[in-house]
Nanobody
Framework: QVRMVESGGGLVQAGGSLTLSCAAS????????TGWFRQRPGRAREFVAH????????YYGDSVRGRFTISRDNAESTVSLRMNSLKPEDTAVYYC????????????????WGLGTQVTVAS
């Protein structure tokens, strides 16, 4: 079975930076990429970023493009999300998951969601 575990969340001041990590275990070779989504209460999960496992192409949601950077380590077991210039509206639970097929910005394209990590940006 595949397991995804997010870490690195916390409280940060507006304008600050935070790095989230997504550790993957199990058989993940068949996946197309890893994505980050975020969710606030009462809202659908919002696409944040994606990195393809072949070629390393990255994608970003409109609200984070230019501020967030997704990367994958050499061992291909951890995907990081570097978040800069954080805003209060970035406050959410952040999730990572594996893309099993479909458009990268659709949550339905992903499986093996982690439990999430809370990011709170204070104004």
């Amino acid at each position: 079975q595949v397991r995804m575990v997010e870490s690195g969340g916390g409280l940060v001041q507006a304008g600050g930076s935070l790095t989230l990590s997504c550790a993957a275990s199990g058989r993940t070779r068949s996946s197309y990429g890893t994505g980050w989504f975020r969710q606030r209460p009462g809202r659908a999960r919002e696409f944040v970023a994606h990195i393809k496992h072949t070629g390393g192409t990255t994608y970003y949601g409109d609200s984070v493009r230019g501020r967030f950077t997704i990367s994958r380590d050499n061992a291909e077991s951890t995907v990081s999300l570097r978040m800069n210039s954080l805003k209060p509206e970035d406050t959410a639970v952040y999730y990572c998951a594996l893309d099993v097929g479909g458009r990268v910005w659709y949550a339905a394209s992903y499986e093996h969601w982690g439990l999430g990590t809370q990011v709170t940006v204070a104004s």
